[in-house]
Each structure stands twice: as structure tokens, then as C-alpha cells.
């Protein structure tokens, strides 16, 4: 059975336990364990440089191959492999997987019909309004609305719409600025 000694300083500074019975002093054995010798904080462990593996266009085929005509699965095929390492195997396979899906996914969005309202104008507004700007130039959109609801029977557009369009077209409209002819006339101009 154990117990605990507690030791106290008596008056000439010698340590006694409770009882007064001096202190047994002992002999410490050396460190069992050099640490000194292990630890050096002064000394640096140079680490080597990580060897990266190079892989060539043959080692990818011969690793799909494994995985497309033999039917294996990536695990199977990297262990067949045996030269590729299995983050590799695993990596080039998601890699495959997302082209193959982003494949699909592309020849399924040009064949789906998009939702939503379909769009009030078509080419034939497109062409008048091509035509008018090869006509008049400096056309406004408002003289742009005018000539839409003449040419088209029953068509009511905005305005934003055809400013959206002509946008869309790279076309510009002249903001018309009225002056007087006064302003203009010769004898202004001499005088400036």
C-alpha cells in the first residue's frame, strides 16, 4: 500500500516529513533516454524533393482500354495497370466521366425547347429592321415604332423592345437635336 509523504522545511532549512524523520536522499540514475542526442534544433533534416511520375498518352489509353473493352471498373483497371498510381487511375476517370457528361448534356440542350414565353419578334422584324437603318440612318425609335406598326398589321411593340433589339443588332440611334435656323444661317456663321 502507498501512500504520500509530505516534507516541510524545519527551522535550519533541512526537509522532514510530518513525523520529523528526515528526508532519505537518493542517487538519480542518468536519463534512460539521450535526449540530447535526439533532439538538435541546431541541425536541419533536409527533406527529399517529391519525384512526381510522368505518364504518357500510351499509359491513359492502355488504362481506358482496360476500362471501356474489358469492362473493368477504375479500381480493377488501375490494379491491371500496375504502372499508375490509384489517385491517377481515379483522377483520369472523373476527368473522362465529366467530358462524356458535359457531352450529353450539350446534344440534349439543343434538341430541348426552352421555357418560358416565346419570343414576340422573329427574322422578318429583324430583316424591316435592318432595312430601315440601311434607309434612313439617323432613324429614332420612335420613327423605328411607327414604321413597325405600319409595316406589321396588329403588331403592338414598345419601345424597349426595339431598343433591346437594335442592341441586339449592334445598331445605335441618333438622338435628334433641333436647332434653330437662325442659328445656322450664313451671316451667323460669318460673324463667328
Do not use: C
Amino acid at each position: 500500500m502507498s501512500y504520500i509523504r509530505v516534507y516541510y522545511e524545519d527551522e535550519i532549512n533541512a526537509p522532514v516529513d510530518e513525523h520529523g524523520n528526515e528526508a532519505v536522499e537518493m542517487d538519480v540514475d542518468d536519463e534512460t533516454f539521450p535526449l540530447g542526442n535526439i533532439t538538435n534544433y541546431n541541425t536541419y533534416k533536409h527533406e527529399p524533393k517529391t519525384e512526381y511520375n510522368s505518364y504518357t498518352d500510351k499509359d491513359k489509353a492502355r488504362f481506358f482500354i482496360l476500362i471501356y473493352d474489358h469492362g473493368m471498373n477504375p479500381n480493377q483497371a488501375w490494379k491491371a495497370h500496375g504502372h499508375i498510381s490509384r489517385t491517377t487511375a481515379y483522377r483520369w476517370y472523373a476527368e473522362n466521366q465529366r467530358k462524356v457528361n458535359k457531352e450529353i448534356v450539350d446534344d440534349e440542350e439543343s434538341s430541348v425547347k426552352r421555357a418560358g414565353r416565346p419570343k414576340l419578334l422573329n427574322e422578318d422584324h429583324t430583316k424591316h429592321l435592318k432595312q430601315e437603318f440601311k434607309d434612313n440612318p439617323s432613324v429614332t425609335v420612335e420613327q423605328a415604332q411607327e414604321s413597325f406598326v405600319k409595316a406589321f398589321s396588329g403588331l403592338t411593340i414598345s419601345q424597349t423592345t426595339i431598343y433591346n433589339m437594335t442592341n441586339d443588332l449592334a445598331f445605335t440611334f441618333k438622338k435628334a437635336h433641333f436647332h434653330s435656323k437662325e442659328r445656322n444661317s450664313p451671316e451667323n456663321i460669318q460673324n463667328r
